[in-house]
């Protein structure tokens, strides 16, 4: 497990999971890991199902033994974060309508998830369906941080309010818009 | 709670460490269930979504936490508890939570002074953790301290909110500060547990965190208008606390309603 864990954390500052990187190294250890990482990273989270588990960062690996036995690897958002269990047999359930049943979910903590995993896919996604993505980090080391104004997902506009830092799951905060007095969920920088 | 796959890397055979993570489980479980006792009975809306959030948040962190303490324990014993075996199968003595986190939600205030006392501690620790020599425990603590982060804000704005609020509410948090004021020395006391896996690289001795929290409290209470407590510590009977297994009167309640479910329909699933 430790070894996984090793290469997870080399993979990540440049690689969200679920990227052509982790199934490359999946097809080298065998079969057809690259079609099983797309299968597996087509699962919509369960609670933002306009998302996906490959835009939101949460699938690290997926690999296949000889015998064709598949473990997957995830990664929570958040240490309570109540849907594992529900992706967990989404995921399961995905793999067995094309034949994989002998399947392995894992959860690993390290290295942490961040919002910086979402992938520009991703935050397009949610900002059409109403929620706003969290902000993008510099990509160079040491620069500087601006905050900007969240934008309101609906009308557009930056004059909008945080009304409270915990949403209706634990990955959002809620907002209201002062331009069009909607209310919005943000997806909250981690 | 039952969880087939772990978040847990190989366990480092180890009694102090093992000691040492059932203390940080306890203290999040216990902290957690304190604030899923509040959902539907909080102030606002706003506050039950929120103080379930961080509740979830803790739960998280005491199942990687407890389910760690376990498989660490087999190790040594060759007997594996589960995280479920931890949290509702031991007798109110066997929990190693430190006071401060079972003292009960007498009022809105009394839970936000056990949430400000506690979450600016857990920032600290988990915040020496992600340096942990423990590969397991390093990796809960990245995880950990960022929502911390959040959780210790809100405490921090509550106090504030309340503090520099009517004479009602200034009255009402100055008072659950000082209730729970005797409980903070026994969250920061080193002893053999703490010196060594602070010796080993694995573990942090709490001593080391008391002034970093120190300046944290006294800049929040400053901005509230609230004194410093100057209540004396509470040492427990006869010397003994929470982390040997001598709780307050109330927390043998909690247990109960914690434990009732688990006790009365063992292995029960929904």
Redesign the interface.
Known sequence: ??RE?ERSRRAAPSAPAGTNEDAERSDRAGGDAAGITRLVGSVPDPEMPMVDLADLGILRDVSVDGAGAVTVTIT?T?????AMDTI?DDIRARLAEHGHTDV???????????TDWITAEGRRKLAEHGIAPPPQRAQRPNATFVPLSVRCPHCGATDTRE??????T?CKA?YVCAACKEPFDRV?P? | MSEP??????PAADTALVAYVLRLGDDALIASHRLAELVSSAPQL?ED??L??????????A??LLTYAGRAEEQLTGVLRTEDDLAYMRDENQFVNCRLVELPNTDFAHTIARQLLFSAYAYELYGTLVDSAD?TL???A???V??LD?HR??AALWTVRLGDGTDESNARMAAALKAFWPYVDEVFASDDVTRTVAAAGTGTDPASLRPAWDTYIDGVLAEAGLDRPDTPPLTGLAGLGGRQGVHTETFGYLIAEMQHLHRSHPGATW
């Not at chain 1, 392995?104 to 961040?114: D, E, F, I, N, Y």
């Not at chain 2, 796959?5 to 190989?10: F, I, L, S, Y």
């Not at chain 2, 379930?52 to 962190?61: K, T, Y």
């Open positions: 497990m430790s864990t929570p958040y240490s309570g974060c109540p967990r392995t979910v894992r959860t690993v903590l390290t290295p942490p998830w961040s009304v409270s830092r915990f949403g209706a634990a809620l909250k981690l | 796959n772990g978040t847990v890397n190989a706003e979504v929120a379930a959030n961080i509740s979830l948040d803790l739960l998280g962190q199942r990687a590969e390093a990796g809960v990245a995880k950990a960022k929502e959040y804000d809100h």
